[in-house]
């Protein structure tokens, strides 16, 4: 398996003043779904489209499994795009619709027919072929979109916000059928969202972007669980920030001291005793008691919000504001002040406290 099926090196985009793309490098590896994540703005639509030859770059290089193709036209280049309004033809039927790059790279007769009508049973279409594309739901207008794209058989397949026009709960079914057919076909895929959940969902790997730059790339786990910086750690998901300092400092680990009591990391070796450095702690990484607690610190409720399965609160700690998600069973009801400790049990993540 190719780690370095399609390649960016060293890419840029410029439109006037504004550097939509800066020197952006990044391995995508066959197979799997690679997701460009970021918030509007930040280059990754634009990025999708230099990959797809619908613009050129104005440095660096495009490689699909090692072939430079900076100057093959889109046709040529093996990709196909689905779009975020799905581009469906509403003057032609389902079969017509999937059929259309078929028809255009000169395919005819009984193989369009058993090509078009495989991917449609395959996408769960089957009886479907006779319809106009508005005669469907959201969810098979979006599978619609995707036949249309993966008939023609392409290298790398590009999808550009797929799911943004779905509601809430049709668009998690869908990325999970979107992931199943991927893995089904394995073929290698670049997603563009902004929307984390997404991302990590159903990413295998995820390259986040901001101000044309890629900022951190790896897998979904590696961005959220070990951010590079604070844009990162505040763009993958809800993160508390907690200021702190190093009190002390061996190979094996640091002690820091903060406002909601001492903490522990591993990572010793990166810090330097009397340092300021900034603690990554996630909604689930703080414990909540009704009464006081050795090590506890007290905690002022602001405001509460029930999720579900877990109740989200937002605390006030002297100047500190923190979010912490705890199952609803932890407490029977919410007084307006509650003790507050870091759970000791994880290896919490620490970033150099920026200027």
């Given at each position: ?24 490098s ?50 040529r ?17 389902v079969?017509e ?57 392409p ?9 943004s ?8 079914r869908?990325r ?59 763009f993958?998901g ?17 002690v ?38 050795p ?61």
């Open positions: 398996m190719d780690d370095r099926y399609v390649e960016l090196v060293h890419l840029s985009k410029r439109f006037g003043a504004l550097e939509a793309v800066s020197d952006v990044l391995a995508v590896p066959e197979g799997r779904i690679t997701t460009l994540l970021g918030p509007s703005g930040c280059g990754k639509t634009t990025l999708l489209r230099l990959i797809a030859g619908f613009m050129q770059p104005d440095a660096g290089e495009i490689r699909i499994k090692g072939r430079r193709i900076n100057e093959v036209p889109p046709q280049r093996s990709t196909v795009v689905v779009f975020q309004d799905y581009a469906l033809f509403p003057h032609l039927s079969f619709n999937v059929a259309y790059g078929l028809r255009r790279r000169g395919i005819k007769g009984a193989d369009i027919r058993r090509r078009v009508m495989d991917m449609l049973e395959f996408l769960g279409l089957a009886g479907r072929d006779s319809l106009s594309p508005a005669a469907l739901s959201g969810g098979q207008q979006q599978r619609v979109a995707l036949a249309r794209a993966l008939v023609v058989e290298d790398v397949l590009l999808l550009d916000e797929p799911l026009n779905l509601d809430a709960k049709l668009r998690v869908v999970t059928e979107l992931k199943e057919i991927q893995q089904s076909l394995g073929k290698t895929t670049i997603l563009v969202t902004h929307d984390q959940e997404e991302a990590l969902s159903i990413s295998d790997h995820v390259a986040v972007m901001a101000s044309g730059r890629i900022r951190q790339s790896g897998t979904p786990l590696d961005v959220y669980a070990r951010p590079v910086d604070q844009f990162v750690a505040d993958i809800i993160t508390n920030f907690v200021p702190a300092t190093v009190r002390a400092a061996t190979p094996d680990g640091a820091l001291e903060s406002p909601i009591g001492r903490l522990t990391t591993g990572r010793g070796k990166d810090f330097a005793v009397g340092q300021s450095v900034v603690v990554i702690l996630r909604p689930t990484a703080l414990r909540l008691w009704a009464t006081p607690q090590g506890g610190v007290r905690a002022e409720v602001r405001s509460t919000s029930f999720l579900g399965e877990v109740r989200r609160y937002h605390l006030q700690v002297g100047a500190l504001r923190l979010v912490v998600d705890r199952p609803l069973a932890d407490l029977a009801e919410t007084p307006s002040e509650l003790w507050l400790a870091v759970d000791d049990t994880r290896d919490h993540h620490v970033l150099p406290a920026t200027p």
